[in-house]
């Protein structure tokens, strides 16, 4: 009877990566994992980054390109709406504005509770 780890490996590893590890049993046994490899990225140095964070979550480089393609149709947007485009809370959402704002990408324009950012043209 398998146990809930090995259910578990074949379920997530069909839905992260649309395929079912491998084991294979010997003197040493392995487990293979097919990989998506369009979550994977390569750093300048060579080495894998992968878009998810160490805790499962998005990066913000991702939440940045999220907000940056809504910026670019929108033209402005504020930290509630950026916070439902990239799944987080309004915290999240206003951190990743505001280095956006700190790079010159982008400008904040009203006071706290009407604050939209605006694309720098």
């Known amino acids: 009877m398998l146990?809930?780890?090995?259910?578990?490996?074949?379920?997530?590893?069909?839905?992260?990566?649309?395929?079912?590890p491998e084991l294979i049993e010997g003197d040493v046994f392995k487990t293979i994992i097919p990989l998506d490899l369009s979550d994977i990225e390569m750093?300048?140095?060579?080495?894998?980054?992968d878009k998810m964070s160490d805790n499962g979550e998005m990066s913000d480089k991702v939440y940045r390109e999220k907000i940056l393609s809504c910026l670019a149709g929108n033209g402005e947007i504020g930290a509630a709406e950026a916070a439902?485009?990239?799944?987080?809370?309004?915290?999240?959402?206003?951190?990743?504005?505001?280095?956006?704002?700190?790079?010159g990408i982008a400008v904040a324009v009203g006071a706290n509770r009407n604050r939209k950012y605006k694309a720098v043209k």
């Open 84 to 103: 439902k485009i990239i799944g987080r809370n309004p915290k999240t959402a206003r951190r990743v504005l505001l280095q956006l704002v700190d790079e």
């Open 43 to 49: 750093s300048d140095k060579g080495e894998m980054s």
């Open 3 to 20: 146990g809930s780890g090995v259910r578990n490996l074949y379920h997530f590893t069909k839905i992260y990566s649309g395929g079912e």
